[in-house]
């Protein structure tokens, strides 16, 4: 009986548009980018081999540091201040204060607009003349700070950087749904013990939802390093590539028809993922012993 | 729920201890609240403005609300294209995601064989890979293809890219009814298909609608891929839109303010109906992961 149930040509059949998709878009791609990157190519005429020139060419162009720098920058803030932000906020709304609902939809809402949408909104807020942060500062009496943000060396990378952190939802919700989880029991124990809601929260409810903090932890970092859409928009990289991420600088050394550089980009980004998730999960679970 | 909430609560004394922790507790709820809301909020009412009452002040009330602004949007950004371009690309590649998605997590679900769980392994890990470092790959399949500039380029993308969620949220969903009521359908004679389609598919119901949801949302929201493989008018979805209105509306603020409401609209309807699937949908993917 097992065995005809067992429908073997059904399940390859079943298995085969999701594998398909998968292989063609996901695994396909990642060998593609790897070999590639060792060819001189511009997308058009045959590809020569090359070795590892086009890795030379990226380690010496002093953008590409810079792109790195400012991605791993962006991964650090999100994992040491809107992951800790998001984990305070999770641990507030999870005592149900009034009208937790309501704020939980709204710190979430950023989440179902596009980063376009979004990032379009900020260069409204940045913009020099008529945007809403200068017209604050004036409100309030500090017009002499209102300056051009996006257009300043000084300010433009952390304008960029700095809107997205404070959209905590994310992150909040997933760490809210690890809290929800806990057995209502340690908590019980540990009001008998006397222990107040900061001693709770320290030694019950953080430990135990560790494995959602590293989900954060690891989401956030990833995040960090694929962003694109606030960078194009709000500053395509300017001033004097202040502000150029990994992502925009392989997008443009595709554009300059250096597919090459492209790929040697791409691959250092994706090593550098794949480091960083392995770090976290390290961290993590070294915390066991 | 709040009266719930009241009675689980020990009686709390007021101390000034308490009453300072109150406060910092209300102001941060109230900072995240008003930080999301504030500028989406001032957008929207900027966009009922003049560009004369903007520019005098950006932080009055329309006079006369501008309902003129959101026709000027329409008809210069040619947003109905666009929005039609939207909905087409997001459907259909909704729809062959939440089926390949389906079908691989019955064969994975609900039957044994060799690999299941490293091919479940293989799909997971797919959240973690940067695509946004894979543009030369994906660009150089779609014009080997010839769908370059064509909307079934990104109908096909998006329906690979959502894969890994999609197949994570469906078989949890799927894995969490028991085996008998297949039996039963078994015992009648309902062959491989027909126990999908008849059994499976049904109780899944509420499994497919969060992960299609969740499908929907990154479809309509993406925009990197449809900036690298769209290029003409006529293939333009709303998020690219977006971009260009800051080059069409150049003093027109105004009415590009307008546009961008139009186009983040659906998505805060889409989040209000489906509010429980999106959040549901996330901490599945994220918590038990």
């Given at each position: ?289 | ?30 900072f995240f609240g008003i930080y999301t809301l504030f500028p989406l909020v001032w957008l929207f009412v900027t966009s009922l403005k003049t560009n004369a009452e903007y520019f005098d002040n950006p932080f009055s009330l329309p006079?006369v609300i501008q309902f003129q602004n959101y026709v000027n949007a329409f008809s210069q950004a040619n947003l109905g294209r666009m929005i039609i371009n939207s909905i087409t690309v997001s459907v259909i590649a909704t729809f ?194």
């Open positions: 009986m097992k065995h005809k149930r067992q429908n073997t040509v059904g399940i390859v059949l079943f298995l085969l548009p999701a594998l398909f998709l998968f292989i063609v878009f996901f695994v396909f791609p990642i060998f593609f980018v790897g070999i590639m990157s060792l060819f001189d190519w511009n997308g058009i005429t045959d590809a020569g081999f090359a070795g590892l020139q086009n890795y030379a060419k990226i380690f010496s162009d002093k953008v590409f540091w810079r792109s790195l720098r400012n991605n791993v920058i962006w991964a650090l803030s999100a994992c040491f201040i809107q992951v800790p932000l998001a984990l305070l906020m999770a641990l507030i709304l999870s005592k149900k204060p009034k009208f937790w609902k309501f704020f939980r939809t709204v710190y979430f809402l950023p989440q179902v607009i596009s980063g376009i949408a979004i990032a379009t909104l900020w260069s409204a807020v940045y913009n020099s003349e008529f945007g809403l942060l200068n017209g604050i500062l004036r409100a309030v009496g500090l017009g002499d700070q209102a300056k051009n943000w996006l257009g300043n060396p000084s300010t433009a990378f952390i304008c960029v950087l700095i809107y997205g952190l404070f959209y905590i939802g994310y992150y909040m919700v997933i760490m809210m749904a690890g809290i929800t989880g806990i057995d209502q029991t340690y908590y019980e124990a540990a009001r008998i013990d006397g222990a107040n809601v900061f001693q709770t929260d320290i030694h019950i409810t953080i430990p135990l939802i560790k494995y959602s903090l590293s989900t954060c932890v690891t989401l956030a970092a990833v995040f960090g390093l694929r962003t694109f859409e606030q960078v194009y928009l709000l500053t395509n990289g300017g001033p004097a590539n202040r502000t150029s991420v990994l992502v925009l600088y392989l997008y443009n050394q595709m554009r300059n028809n250096n597919y090459g550089g492209a790929n040697a980009s791409s691959v250092m980004l994706i090593l550098t993922g794949a480091l960083v998730i392995v770090c976290i999960r390290k961290m993590f679970s070294s915390r066991d012993e | 729920m709040v009266k719930t909430a009241k009675k689980n609560k020990i009686h709390e004394q007021l101390t000034p201890k308490t009453v300072v922790i109150k406060i910092a507790k209300w102001f941060l709820i109230l006079a062959i995601n939440i089926m390949a998605a389906a079908m691989a997590s019955y064969a994975i679900s609900r039957f044994q064989f060799k690999g299941k769980e490293a091919i479940f392994a293989m799909f997971s890990a797919g959240v973690m890979v940067p695509l946004n470092a894979l543009m030369v790959p994906y660009f150089t399949i779609f014009s080997r293809a010839g769908l370059l500039d064509s909307l079934n380029s990104l109908r096909i993308l998006y329906a690979a890219i959502g894969l890994p969620m999609s197949v994570f949220i469906v078989r949890g969903f799927m894995d969490s009814f028991p085996r008998e009521i297949e039996e039963a359908a078994y015992v009648d004679g309902c062959g491989f298909y027909g126990r999908f389609l008849r059994i499976v598919l049904p109780l899944t119901k509420t499994g497919l609608v969060t992960a299609a949801t969740f499908q929907f949302l990154t479809c309509w929201n993406e925009f990197v891929y449809a900036n690298l493989l769209t290029s003409s008018p006529a293939t333009k979805t709303i998020q690219i839109g977006i971009r260009y209105f800051t080059n069409q509306f150049t003093t027109d603020y105004v009415s590009m303010y307008a546009a961008i409401v139009i186009a983040i609209i659906p998505s805060i309807i889409g989040y209000m109906l489906f509010q429980e699937q999106i959040i549901s949908g996330l901490t599945s993917g994220a918590v038990k992961g």
